[in-house]
């Protein structure tokens, strides 16, 4: 007997086929002629699945008072065409058996909307809602998708390391990893002795896996990291979370130009297989969420990117008129509110900034002839903002040590680092894609914190 998930179920063209489905009650139904209706879901399909239960099914007497909603259940019957309207396909059970109960009374998902903030709350049951279940779905496709991406272009897949003592974007919002006793911390000259700490010298969780990629692009070629990175930002808008995940594609020989079209591609692609991978979630969002997504996503896949310089960006925005709550000059980093005027109001498309002031910009970022600008790149997509960085990487020496330097690091604390510039240095690049960024673009979500399982922000590590 096969068992079917209930989303293969909804799309049976069968007649009648035997079927064994699992899942959870999303609501019950009982009829004066003495048998019920279950909606059931076990989580593959937005929709879900109507089973009938006649009185006289296996175990429907001894469960029938605790066929509750959120309670699991195991049903085995016949798939049949419905007569109902607005679906294909019912079981009709021969035989229910239940795994485990729900108390009626005190289950906290009932048939009614629940605010984003509650279930943030409760963030181990709202995969269970419709919302919640078609954000993971859409998450577990792009990922899909993103694997796909490189994987056919012939990019390696890089572990990278989660605990480091390397601060790629040298901003110091690092959080330490450490064995030694808070309370009582070995000193030597007033300072924490690290040499007894677990690794021997101070170490932190991750920001980036770049320069770990950098390694790998000047060895095996095109290469790609994919996995958690942590930023101790004390920043609590709906923007930014301590965890989150990053993409970072890492090429060798690769000139700035060459970046901007492979971001580009890998926007567009995988922004179209989300859509067809995953339709009726997307129409979902479209419906309840955002109801101008699927036109932004279509807008994204069929015009091509802008390509503007920094300068350029600035000049446009100093004299359009707009009032914005930050003012703009050159040689200040553009706000969001800035990025999406130009990708909403004033070009209507996505854009490609590039060629930004050094002084904002990373140590690693090349610097251009002109002495004042490095080149680096920031992709822009309309109801997002920033959705992508990047830069053609710093390959001389000696430029490479001077921007260290002049950015407050120590050359011989990234020694490694300092190292691929003395043994066969070429031209590389590559970018960071936020995959939280990307769930905002692609499901309409304005937090952040609902787009991934479980949310990691200043106070909150529950889960």
């Excluded at 279940?133 to 694997?147: E, M, P, Q, T």
């Excluded at 770990?212 to 930023?231: K, M, Q, V």
């Excluded at 279509?298 to 802008?306: H, P, Q, S, V, Y």
Aim: charged fraction near 25%.
């Amino acid at each position: 007997m096969q068992r079917l998930k209930v989303a293969q179920a909804l799309k049976s063209t069968a007649v009648e086929i035997e079927v064994d489905v699992r899942g959870w009650i999303r609501t019950k139904r009982e009829s004066k002629q003495g048998f019920a209706f279950l909606e059931l879901n076990d989580g593959s399909s937005l929709a879900n699945l109507q089973v009938v239960i006649e009185g006289t099914v296996t175990g429907f007497a001894e469960h029938n008072k605790h066929l509750t909603t959120g309670s699991a259940v195991r049903i085995i019957g016949v798939l049949k065409e419905s007569p109902a309207a607005g679906q294909k396909v019912e079981v009709h059970a021969t035989s229910i058996e239940l795994y485990g109960t729900a108390d009626a009374e005190k289950y906290p998902l009932q048939k009614k909307r629940h605010s984003f903030e509650f279930l943030r709350e409760i963030a181990h049951l709202r995969p269970r809602t419709n919302t919640f279940g078609a954000i993971f779905r859409v998450r577990n496709a792009l990922c899909n998708s993103i694997h796909n991406f490189f994987q056919s272009r012939g990019f390696v897949y890089v572990n990278s390391p989660i605990i480091t003592t390397s601060d790629a974007e040298g901003a110091g919002a690092m959080f330490q990893v450490t064995t030694l006793d808070a309370a009582k911390p070995p000193m030597v000259d007033g300072h924490i002795d690290y040499s007894q700490d677990f690794f021997g010298k101070r170490a932190s969780l991750t920001v980036s896996g770049q320069l770990e990629g950098e390694i790998f692009a000047t060895s095996l070629g095109d290469c790609y990291t994919f996995g958690p990175t942590f930023r101790a930002e004390n920043s609590n808008t709906t923007r930014h979370l301590a965890e989150f995940w990053m993409i970072e594609p890492e090429m060798p020989f690769y000139e700035l130009t060459d970046n901007m079209d492979l971001a580009e591609s890998f926007i567009r692609t995988i922004v179209a297989e989300v859509l067809a991978t995953c339709p009726e979630d997307m129409a979902f969002f479209n419906e309840r969420i955002d109801t101008t997504i699927l036109a932004k996503l279509r807008n994204i896949i069929d015009n091509d990117f802008l390509r503007l310089s920094y300068t350029e960006a600035v000049e446009i925005l100093m004299t359009c008129g707009e009032k914005f709550e930050y003012s703009v000059k050159w040689g200040t980093d553009l706000q969001s509110e800035h990025e999406r005027y130009l990708t909403e109001k004033k070009f209507g498309k996505p854009i490609i900034l590039f060629d930004y002031p050094r002084e904002i910009k990373s140590f690693y970022m090349r610097v251009n002839e002109d002495g004042r600008t490095v080149r680096a790149m920031d992709v822009l997509v309309p109801g997002v903002g920033e959705i992508i960085g990047g830069s053609q990487r710093e390959e001389r020496l000696d430029v490479l040590i001077s921007r260290m330097q002049e950015c407050g690091l120590k050359p011989e604390d990234y020694w490694w680092y300092v190292d691929l510039r003395r043994y066969g240095s070429v031209p590389h690049s590559g970018f960071g894609l936020g995959l939280e960024r990307v769930m905002l673009l692609l499901t309409g979500m304005t937090n952040i914190r609902d787009v991934i399982p479980f949310p990691r922000t200043p106070k909150n590590a529950d889960f």
